[in-house]
């Protein structure tokens, strides 16, 4: 009798055990997730520049060496935009215009906007806000989004001139413009 004890004893131990395998079992938990980006647009470099050795002189070198000179220059933007964003103008230190700033001397000055804008410019645009010049408040462009593709090339192409009758006077001529971006 003692053996049928400890045969049933470890017969129902091992139901025990194997129970516990048979009554288990699990439940699942989902979770879900909301993450927002806001819309907005940033430039790259919130201060670029453009130095004296990056311009390329129309008769050689990097600088006006005579009368009737040019000089110009393109300056590589990015802007990071995640919407549909206008870019406008204003003219800044000398309002846009190259100027030497001891005597007042400028450089007959002017700019295009070509890139990844809904119209590029063709031509150069006056430095000045009246009509048809680049710093009028109609004179806008347009940055179209695409889904997946939030960098975009903004190139401003800057020239300086002198004049063609009279020698301009030696210095650094300096300007700078603002290009804001706006969105919605």
Do not use: C
Request: net charge negative; glycine share 10%; hydrophobic share 40%.
């Amino acid at each position: 009798m003692l053996r049928w004890k400890m045969g049933t004893l470890t017969f129902v131990a091992a139901m025990l055990v194997f129970a516990s395998t048979a009554w288990a079992g699990n439940d699942v938990a989902t979770v879900g997730m909301t993450a927002e980006v806001a819309s907005f647009a940033e430039w790259s470099a919130a201060a670029p520049t453009i130095a004296k050795g990056d311009w390329t002189g129309s008769v050689d070198g990097t600088s006006i060496n005579g009368a009737g000179e040019d000089l110009t220059v393109t300056k590589a933007l990015t802007l990071y935009a995640n919407a549909t964003v206008t870019l406008t103008q204003a003219g800044t230190t000398n309002s846009g215009i190259l100027t030497e700033p001891t005597n007042s001397d400028t450089l007959t000055t002017s700019y295009q906007i070509q890139g990844d804008v809904g119209t590029p410019d063709s031509a150069y645009k006056a430095a000045g806000s009246g009509v048809g010049e680049f710093f009028e408040a109609t004179n806008t462009y347009t940055v179209t989004h695409t889904p997946g593709d939030g960098s975009y090339a903004i190139n401003l192409l800057v020239k300086g001139e002198s004049s063609d009758a009279a020698a301009d006077d030696a210095g650094s001529y300096t300007a700078s413009l603002t290009i804001t971006a706006t969105w919605s």
